[in-house]
T-cell receptor, first 114, second 114 residues
Framework: ETGVTQTPRHLVMGMTNKKSLKCEQH?????MYWYKQSAKKPLELMFV???????ENNSVPSRFSPECPNSSHLFLHLHTLQPEDSALYLC?????????????FGPGTRLTVT | DQQVKQNSPSLSVQEGRISILNCDYT??????FLWYKKYPAEGPTFLIS?????DKNEDGRFTVFLNKSAKHLSLHIVPSQPGDSAVYFC?????????????FGTGTRLQVTL
């Protein structure tokens, strides 16, 4: 595997379910991110992890719970979601250092909450 | 408050012609700008970038122009090809920033027609 991978690619879940999204980066980066992309909205940054430590939580509801066990893996645990949480969830990674600005994205998980 | 704005949600251009995608920003502290391209069912991929010390950067068919006084940047694609049909996001990071400080625009969907 190369780059950033995400599983599953598609997920349909009920409002009472618990599920997890998984992201893995094979680039040796030290920072990982979760984004939410809804139609006609900018990419919404949800969580940032630098060296496995969460450095940003942009007012994300507690029904979204991130986990970063090591610098290569990132999870997003989902619990009692709402229909408005249906969106494309993107994971990204980067090398957090000066003069390095690119984030590398995974293909995303298309989440539908019914 | 949307600091990076892409006011045209969509653009249609004929194959072989020039595509011009625009992006405006409000934060004068932004120092480095990037364009990302996103195909359906894939994550965004880095396309081209420009530092605020330059006003133009060219890479093959893609050229990014930066007008700091107007807080405006544009992406030119010449000639446009059907494979360029995608959503294009501009992104910016502030002085001294790193990849974790990227702010994305809402995206412009480019359709290149035959």
């Amino acid at each position: 595997e190369t780059g950033v991978t995400q599983t599953p690619r598609h997920l349909v879940m009920g409002m009472t379910n618990k599920k997890s999204l998984k992201c893995e980066q094979h680039l040796g980066h030290n920072a990982m991110y979760w984004y939410k992309q809804s139609a006609k909205k900018p990419l919404e940054l949800m969580f940032v992890y630098n060296f496995k430590e969460q450095t940003e939580n942009n007012s994300v509801p507690s029904r979204f719970s991130p986990e970063c066990p090591n610098s290569s893996h990132l999870f997003l645990h989902l619990h009692t979601l709402q229909p408005e949480d249906s969106a494309l969830y993107l994971c990204a990674s980067s090398q957090e250092q000066r003069s390095s600005y690119e984030q590398y994205f995974g293909p995303g998980t298309r989440l539908t909450v019914t | 408050d949307q600091q990076v704005k892409q006011n045209s949600p969509s653009l249609s251009v004929q194959e072989g012609r020039i595509s011009i995608l625009n992006c405006d920003y409000t934060n004068s502290m932004f120092d480095y700008f990037l364009w990302y391209k996103k195909y359906p069912a894939e994550g965004p991929t880095f396309l081209i970038s420009i530092s605020s010390i330059k006003d133009k950067n060219e890479d093959g068919r893609f050229t990014v122009f930066l007008n700091k006084s107007a807080k405006h940047l544009s992406l030119h694609i010449v000639p446009s090809q059907p494979g360029d049909s995608a959503v294009y996001f501009c992104a910016a990071t502030p002085v001294g920033g790193t990849a974790s400080k990227l702010t994305f625009g809402t995206g412009t969907r480019l359709q290149v027609t035959l």
